[in-house]
């Protein structure tokens, strides 16, 4: 946060602040009247200024019943009791109830230490809930169609302001060390503009945040009020003030009052905006004159700000639930690259926009047996090997070890802030010191509060005074990136763990995997050699002696025997051909791929003109777009292309005329081409068949084929991190798609 530089105040008066009982203040607002009540319903304490307002003497309600002096309010009281209705919050028994010349809502809550408070609050004007009803309900149907969070508080603080009539409302958003910046704003011209204002933490010391946390809504109608005493100061039984902190009328500190008219506001009321529980932070609405605001509006304004706080809360949850999947996506690609190269370290430095991108960071240096491998914007590698050691020294282990002012968290490291302001560091070895840190740069920025946010102190009394400007006060922010979201350290400490457990504690066994492999591909290419060498050996001469036969039977006699030479030597053809396809399937799999950037038009050209005597006497509809390039391997995507084309052509031979279609599409980060036929069709109840090797799906005496091709393409995409599906409805055709990844991030 802020690197202010404030001015140091006595620990005795910033003690003093933070223990000020501004929940037992032992007075209250005169716009009502308070009484205490025991188990018993029996009027324990009172305000000084019942007999003003009640026309009842505090002396002669004090130790009587309420129900003897409250009839009809007692029960109300024991129904709202009996119903489990009445706890903490205030609630309303009756409205526009008559005593001497006034009329007062009367509310009533049960207090931290289980009295029961009952307050009558002058009533402040006509109206109910129903009359706002229209506006809010449309506040609500508004706030589901806004983007993000600064609309929303932006729609709030205007809705606020039109029930209210304050001058103005501000929505103020509390950082982690509690201060606030006004994110959203509505007004008139009768106060100035705090809008992107900062205000330092001080300004609501921690027992008022607390207030806050537990009280939603607090009303000071006039900072000029005088307090009203509770008689007898004490509880009775307890001996101790009475916990106003759920009171509506409970008077407010003597600082805040002093810090209202320094801002020029005699009137304000905060309601708080929680977010599972902790303050968010408030919605502050000023007026610049003494302003009554009834319980009506109040509610609805409570009710608003409920809203407004789920709204807060869906949308936070629902950016960080996007953020980490994206994360998620992110590291399973680097988990993939990790997996393909024989060093992992090399799987995370192939794809440098990824390791940087799980972190959004500018910068990142992996410290690896006593290696320093670096991409991006970082320190030099002295500093690098200098935060290693503080690292090490500081048992970062198992841990996430962030910052966002490394030049001064990193004791001694003497840290460059202009390369590495921010650091975010992981160790990925339980036996060496190895770090994977991320890296931001200093982000030099101009913080506006306001008013000058460094305290005072009153040299006569010691105590902190309230600031007295408000005035745009500027500071300049140095040696600080921008803080790291909680997604990104969660993605550093989730890859940790992936390096840590599957990694490095399975080397032994990915060693031992590697030569059994190793062996293996030796054990194939002696294979693959046998069969070219032979098996076609013993083919041909089948071919050749069956050809000779067949010339030296006489023509005019029994044909049957040239019948089966024939079919001799189509077998032998057939096999021929079978072999060649199981040489080829092998060798994708271990051919090294050359990427380029491929043009897929002249790919399908050229596999087309190679599978035009497959089109002769054929009535063909070509339907081709202009299609998007891709990084691949040319020789292994014209495969691709005249597998996919000739399974359509040879599919589709009983449909003349027939339409073949042939088209690409993006979706997401893939691109997706496509062959679509009107030819058999396939059954989808055996759609996960098709490409595997030696599957069919229909008679080899109708369609020919080895059964390998449609097993080739699944092979050649998987190679290049794409994939394949297919599509098909007997009898109306098919189609046959295939994605590669934009990037071709995939393994080879």
Not at 21 to 38: E, F
Not at 277 to 292: K, M
Not at 391 to 398: F, K, P
Not at 573 to 601: C, E, P, Y
Request: proline share 5%.
């Amino acid at each position: 946060m802020s690197s202010l530089a404030l001015d140091p105040v006595s620990s005795q008066a910033e003690a003093e602040c933070a223990r000020e009982p501004i929940h037992i203040p032992g007075s209250i607002q005169p716009h009502g009247v308070l009484v205490v009540l025991d188990a018993a319903f029996r009027i324990v304490q009172v305000t000084q200024n019942a007999v003003q307002l009640l026309k009842l003497d505090p002396t002669e309600l004090l130790g009587a019943g309420f129900k003897d002096k409250f009839p009809e309010l007692f029960q109300l009281l024991t129904d709202a009791i009996a119903a489990e209705t009445l706890g903490p919050s205030a609630q309303t028994l009756a409205r526009q109830v008559s005593f001497g010349s006034e009329q007062f809502d009367v509310l009533a809550h049960r207090s931290p230490t289980d009295r029961l408070i009952v307050e009558f609050e002058i009533h402040a004007g006509a109206g109910s809930l129903d009359t706002l009803y229209p506006n809010v309900r449309n506040f609500i149907q508004t706030l589901g169609q806004l983007p993000n969070i600064a609309a929303i508080t932006s729609v709030a603080a205007a809705e606020i302001r039109k029930i209210t009539g304050f001058d103005r409302v501000l929505i103020y958003q509390f950082d982690e060390h509690w201060n606030g910046t006004v994110r959203a704003e509505s007004r008139n011209d009768a106060l100035p503009s705090y809008l992107d204002l900062r205000f330092p933490s001080s300004d609501i010391p921690a027992q008022a945040r607390e207030l806050y946390r537990l009280n939603r809504l607090r009303l000071i109608p006039d900072a000029d009020y005088q307090p009203v005493p509770i008689v007898p100061a004490m509880d009775p039984e307890a001996g101790a003030p009475t916990d106003l902190s759920f009171a509506i009328l409970r008077s407010v500190s003597p600082v805040h009052l002093q810090y209202m008219k320094n801002m020029g506001t005699p009137a304000s009321m905060s309601i708080s905006i929680l977010d599972d529980g902790r303050l968010w932070g408030l919605i502050s609405c000023h007026s610049a004159t003494p302003t009554r605001v009834p319980a009506h509006v109040r509610t609805a304004c409570d009710f608003v700000a409920q809203v407004l706080t789920m709204q807060i809360g869906a949308k936070s949850r629902s950016e960080a639930a996007a953020q980490r999947v994206e994360k998620h996506r992110i590291q399973s690609r680097l988990l993939a690259r990790m997996a393909a190269e024989p060093n992992f370290i090399d799987g995370l430095l192939s794809q440098y926009e990824d390791l940087l991108g799980l972190t959004d960071a500018e910068g990142a240096a992996i410290v690896w047996d006593d290696q320093i491998s670096t991409i991006g914007k970082v320190p030099p590698r002295e500093e690098i090997e200098t935060i290693s050691n503080w690292l090490v020294a500081n048992s970062v282990h198992d841990d996430v070890f962030v910052t966002n002012q490394a030049s001064l968290d990193v004791a001694g490291a003497g840290i460059d802030a202009e390369a590495a302001a921010g650091m975010l560091a992981v160790s990925i070895s339980q036996l060496y010191p190895s770090y994977i840190m991320w890296f931001r740069p200093e982000v030099v920025r101009t913080v506006r509060w306001g008013g000058d946010p460094r305290k005072s102190e009153n040299p006569a009394t010691g105590s902190l005074n309230p600031r007295k400007s408000f005035d745009l006060w500027r500071e300049t922010v140095r040696h600080q990136a921008i803080p790291w979201t909680t997604a990104q350290v969660e993605a550093a400490g989730s890859l940790r763990s992936a390096i840590v457990g599957i990694v490095m504690r399975k080397a032994e066994e990915m060693a031992a995997i590697t030569e059994e492999l190793r062996r293996s591909n030796k054990e194939l290419e002696a294979f693959s050699y046998s069969i070219s060498h032979d098996l076609r050996a013993p083919f041909r001469h089948i071919v050749g002696f069956a050809e000779l036969l067949k010339e030296i039977l006489p023509a005019e006699e029994d044909p049957r025997p040239a019948r089966y030479i024939e079919t001799i030597i189509e077998s032998a053809h057939s096999a021929g051909r079978l072999v060649d396809d199981l040489l080829g399937f092998s060798q994708v799999g271990r051919a090294q791929l050359t990427k380029i950037k491929v043009d897929m038009n002249k790919v399908v050209a050229d596999a087309l003109r190679t599978l035009q005597h497959e089109m002769e006497d054929r009535q063909i509809n070509w339907k081709i777009d202009d299609l998007a390039p891709a990084m691949a391997d040319p020789t292994f995507m014209r495969s691709v292309w005249q597998n996919l084309l000739a399974n359509s052509i040879k599919y589709s031979r009983g449909t003349d005329p027939t339409t073949i279609e042939v088209t690409s599409t993006t979706d997401g980060e893939d691109t997706v081409f496509s062959v679509r036929d009107d030819g058999v069709g396939f059954d989808m109840a055996y759609v996960d068949k098709l490409f595997g090797v030696f599957q069919r799906l229909h008679r080899i005496e109708d369609y020919e084929g080895s059964g390998i091709g449609l097993a080739n393409v699944k092979r050649i995409v998987e190679r290049h991190g794409g994939r394949v599906w297919a599509e098909g409805l007997v009898g109306k055709g098919a189609v046959f798609y295939f994605a590669l990844p934009k990037d071709v991030a995939g393994a080879s």
